[in-house]
């Protein structure tokens, strides 16, 4: 072989650009069989192939997965089974109104449905405007998939609020997406931020007064709104829903909204507050679950939902902003006892948008997921009387005084009102379903997946499957317990119920929600016998999983 002349290594890099740019047009490629002169056309020699951009010759690199056997193994994507998709429509068509096959509430069956039709691994395609949804019914396999993934999990969840939070209002929230709607190292940055001061045990220890304040207040409203029969009202579960939003806005926003007075006027900006979150609770799954049209126009559901946002963004600055101003006014040395979590958040990032995204997501996964669960919680408690009976026996053992105040140290004691909790989650689970967007090809049940898939993990199934779970069909809250607590022997497989998810994506409100709920619990059921005299009321979604119907529970102390 020739050798090509040292001064040629001097051509410019942009002129042997040019030159490969046209070789490149005539489809001829440099080899060993086809030996193409390159020539710098400026000077007309020979160009040294050492200064062609890596991009422009380097092969696409192939993923190491595919040279291991389990891929080669592995049966292709395409064959993975699940519902045919029809031309245009594809499986859209299956959550349309009239000549659909499913509604909105029909989720957690449809789930249950391709489970039985199609098995541990079902391919659910063809729907518009998303990629596909891949259900995975094998709790070893979803422990892979959580145990494998990165400090970056990509979790799927309410393309409505990304669009509202990185394009309608981009203009506020920036780079600070927060924890909701976020991914990659935008969210690992945010959620780095702020997870310290969130999940402190001590920041968590400092709201069980608080919370347990705003409790009694709900429960004297409770027996406020009792009827001539000891039964609250056929909408008491809007009543939880206020519970939930004083709890959340006493944590998030540091202070009391007033959501549990009597008699709000309508411009109220409690009953504001309450109307935006019932708007946002009733049609956020409308927005999730059907056709996203609200992606390409701005339908009058989005125009309400964007305005709904609005106003949320605009209560929690007012919120945060107070609380900045107090801590300025505030002598350092004055300051007794923990601070609260807001004050934490200001304190140690200097930037109250910071502390607003926080409590804006707070707020909005708060609201309705803390609410739903104890919908179903008081719902199973009301028509199972000798579980309610355990729980009672166990809080009259422990506060024999019902005006008691109660600590962490007697709610660590209440194993069986845990239990009880846990078991819910278990059966009806309020979260049908935690989910993944591959970030790398996979195999799974031996089938070759692709990066980009959402992989989806039922819970609402899988924690009701006999190979993960003994006796699934029972109630059995004492499976839960150690056996020094009355605990039963069984098979409890540990990824079959994840009702906060996994990993580093883990439900970040996770101990306020416990907290909230255990309080509420432990107050009611230490003073309260709880019944529901009426016909049984099956279990559907709105955006949660709860029973589907007006909870008129009898209520009569005891």
């Given at each position: 072989?020739?050798?090509?002349?040292?001064?040629?290594?001097?051509?410019?890099?942009?002129?042997?650009?040019?030159?490969?740019?046209?070789?490149s047009?005539?489809?001829?490629?440099?080899?060993?069989?086809?030996?193409?002169?390159?020539?710098?056309?400026?000077?007309?020699?020979?160009?040294?192939?050492?200064?062609?951009?890596?991009?422009?010759?380097?092969?696409?690199?192939?993923?190491?997965?595919?040279?291991?056997?389990?891929?080669?193994?592995?049966?292709?994507?395409?064959?993975?089974?699940?519902?045919?998709?029809?031309?245009?429509?594809?499986?859209?068509?299956?959550?349309?109104?009239?000549?659909?096959?499913?509604?909105?509430?029909?989720?957690?069956?449809?789930?249950?449905?391709?489970?039985?039709?199609?098995?541990?691994?079902?391919?659910?395609?063809?729907?518009?405007?998303?990629?596909?949804?891949?259900?995975?019914?094998?709790?070893?396999?979803?422990?892979?998939?959580?145990?494998?993934?990165?400090?970056?999990?990509?979790?799927?969840s309410?393309?409505?609020?990304?669009?509202?939070?990185?394009?309608?209002?981009?203009?506020?929230?920036?780079?600070?997406?927060?924890?909701?709607g976020?991914?990659?190292?935008?969210?690992?940055?945010?959620?780095?931020?702020?997870?310290?001061?969130?999940?402190?045990?001590?920041?968590?220890?400092?709201?069980?007064?608080?919370?347990?304040a705003?409790?009694?207040?709900?429960?004297?409203?409770?027996?406020?709104?009792?009827?001539?029969?000891?039964?609250?009202?056929?909408?008491?579960?809007?009543?939880?829903?206020?519970?939930?939003?004083?709890?959340?806005?006493?944590?998030a926003?540091?202070?009391?909204?007033?959501?549990?007075?009597?008699?709000?006027?309508?411009?109220?900006?409690?009953?504001?507050?309450?109307?935006?979150?019932?708007?946002?609770?009733?049609?956020?799954?409308?927005?999730?679950?059907?056709a996203?049209?609200?992606?390409?126009?701005?339908?009058?559901?989005?125009?309400?939902?964007?305005?709904?946002?609005?106003?949320?963004?605009?209560?929690?600055?007012?919120?945060?902003?107070?609380?900045?101003?107090?801590?300025?006014?505030?002598?350092?040395?004055?300051?007794a006892?923990?601070?609260?979590?807001?004050?934490?958040?200001?304190?140690?990032?200097?930037?109250?948008?910071?502390?607003?995204?926080?409590?804006?997501?707070?707020?909005?996964?708060?609201?309705?997921t803390?609410?739903?669960?104890?919908?179903?919680?008081?719902?199973?408690?009301?028509?199972r009387?000798?579980?309610?009976?355990?729980?009672?026996?166990?809080?009259?053992?422990?506060?024999?005084?019902?005006?008691?105040?109660?600590?962490?140290?007697?709610?660590?004691?209440?194993?069986?009102?845990?239990?009880?909790?846990?078991?819910?989650?278990?059966m009806?689970?309020?979260?049908?379903g935690?989910?993944?967007?591959?970030?790398?090809?996979?195999?799974?049940?031996?089938?070759?997946?692709?990066?980009?898939?959402?992989a989806?993990?039922?819970?609402?199934?899988?924690?009701?499957?006999?190979?993960?779970?003994?006796?699934?069909?029972?109630?059995?809250?004492?499976?839960?317990?150690?056996?020094?607590?009355?605990?039963?022997?069984?098979?409890?497989?540990?990824?079959?119920?994840?009702?906060?998810?996994?990993?580093?994506?883990?439900c970040?409100?996770?101990?306020?929600?416990?907290?909230?709920?255990?309080?509420?619990?432990?107050?009611?059921?230490?003073?309260?016998?709880?019944?529901?005299?009426?016909?049984?009321?099956?279990?559907?979604?709105?955006?949660?999983?709860?029973?589907?119907?007006?909870?008129?529970?009898?209520?009569?102390?005891?």
């Amino acid at each position: 072989m020739n050798k090509l002349p040292v001064r040629a290594c001097t051509a410019s890099a942009s002129s042997l650009r040019r030159t490969v740019s046209r070789i490149s047009g005539t489809g001829l490629l440099p080899n060993e069989k086809q030996r193409l002169e390159i020539r710098d056309s400026s000077t007309g020699v020979a160009a040294c192939p050492h200064l062609l951009e890596p991009e422009e010759t380097a092969a696409p690199t192939t993923p190491r997965i595919h040279s291991t056997p389990e891929w080669q193994n592995a049966l292709p994507y395409n064959q993975i089974p699940g519902p045919k998709p029809l031309p245009i429509l594809g499986n859209t068509w299956r959550l349309m109104p009239i000549i659909g096959q499913y509604t909105i509430s029909d989720v957690a069956n449809i789930s249950s449905l391709l489970h039985d039709r199609y098995g541990r691994i079902v391919r659910f395609g063809g729907l518009i405007g998303r990629p596909d949804l891949l259900f995975i019914y094998d709790a070893d396999e979803i422990e892979k998939c959580y145990r494998s993934e990165g400090p970056t999990p990509f979790r799927p969840s309410m393309p409505s609020l990304v669009k509202y939070k990185s394009v309608v209002r981009k203009d506020f929230f920036g780079e600070l997406g927060g924890v909701v709607g976020v991914h990659g190292e935008p969210w690992r940055q945010f959620r780095s931020r702020v997870q310290k001061p969130v999940l402190q045990l001590s920041t968590i220890r400092r709201y069980l007064q608080p919370l347990e304040a705003i409790t009694d207040d709900f429960l004297v409203r409770c027996e406020h709104l009792l009827d001539g029969n000891q039964e609250l009202p056929k909408d008491f579960d809007n009543e939880i829903h206020k519970w939930s939003l004083e709890c959340i806005g006493r944590v998030a926003l540091d202070t009391r909204l007033g959501c549990l007075e009597a008699n709000l006027s309508p411009d109220s900006e409690p009953q504001q507050i309450i109307d935006a979150a019932k708007y946002a609770l009733r049609n956020v799954a409308t927005l999730e679950l059907k056709a996203p049209y609200w992606r390409y126009f701005p339908t009058p559901l989005w125009t309400q939902y964007v305005k709904n946002m609005n106003f949320f963004v605009g209560v929690c600055m007012k919120y945060i902003q107070s609380a900045t101003e107090r801590l300025k006014t505030q002598d350092p040395s004055q300051r007794a006892g923990e601070p609260s979590l807001v004050e934490k958040v200001i304190m140690s990032e200097k930037d109250e948008k910071i502390a607003t995204i926080m409590a804006l997501d707070l707020i909005l996964v708060g609201i309705d997921t803390i609410s739903m669960a104890v919908c179903s919680m008081l719902y199973q408690l009301a028509t199972r009387p000798e579980e309610q009976q355990k729980v009672h026996e166990e809080l009259k053992r422990l506060l024999p005084d019902p005006n008691t105040p109660l600590t962490i140290q007697l709610l660590d004691q209440m194993h069986h009102l845990k239990a009880f909790i846990k078991e819910v989650f278990r059966m009806y689970s309020t979260v049908i379903g935690n989910g993944r967007t591959l970030q790398e090809d996979s195999v799974i049940c031996g089938y070759q997946v692709p990066k980009g898939v959402q992989a989806v993990f039922p819970t609402i199934v899988t924690g009701n499957m006999e190979e993960y779970v003994t006796d699934a069909a029972t109630f059995r809250p004492e499976r839960w317990l150690k056996p020094q607590h009355g605990g039963v022997p069984g098979k409890l497989h540990p990824f079959a119920s994840l009702p906060y998810g996994y990993g580093a994506r883990m439900c970040l409100g996770r101990r306020f929600a416990d907290l909230e709920m255990q309080i509420l619990l432990a107050k009611l059921l230490r003073n309260y016998k709880l019944e529901y005299n009426h016909k049984p009321l099956d279990y559907a979604v709105t955006f949660m999983y709860a029973p589907d119907g007006p909870l008129r529970f009898k209520m009569t102390r005891i």
